[in-house]
């Protein structure tokens, strides 16, 4: 088992930034790959990005690349996305996620390959 608990999120201005934090416990967390998913009203939950445990692979989804960066700290067992330059269609809840055994790099942005999630953190962006 695998317990989630995502914090930093919060109101900002377009333009602006906020880091989320994801505090992970129960299984050994420097070994397992961790994501960002966000969800909008009305609207499926989708990829954001993804760390493998060593952090040397990254992924994320178009829409945020550049702007968005995933970084972990094995020792802390925490998982943080620096977002900047936000925009209002970045407003959604911010779900932290750790991958199941069956993830893989040609499956990183699905949602069936994470077993574990966090209760999420909302994120409003104002323009």
């Known amino acids: 088992q695998v317990q989630l608990v995502e914090s930093g999120g919060g109101l900002v201005q377009a333009g602006g930034s906020l880091r989320l934090s994801c505090v992970a416990s129960?299984?050994?967390?420097?070994?397992?790959?961790m994501g960002w998913f966000r969800q909008a009203p009305g609207k499926e939950r989708e990829f954001v990005a993804a760390?493998?445990?060593?952090?040397?692979?990254?992924y994320y989804a178009n829409s945020v690349k550049v702007r968005f960066t995933i970084s972990r700290d094995n020792a802390k067992n925490t998982v943080f996305l620096q977002m900047n330059s936000l925009k209002p269609e970045d407003t959604a809840v911010y779900y932290c996620?750790?991958?199941?055994?069956?993830?893989?790099?040609?499956?990183?942005?699905?949602?069936?390959?994470?077993?574990?999630w966090g209760q999420g953190t909302q994120v409003t962006v104002s323009s």
């Open positions: 760390i493998v445990w060593s952090g040397t692979n990254t």
């Open positions: 129960g299984r050994t967390f420097s070994r397992i790959t």
């Open positions: 996620a750790a991958a199941g055994p069956y993830w893989s790099e040609t499956s990183y942005a699905s949602t069936d390959r994470y077993n574990y």
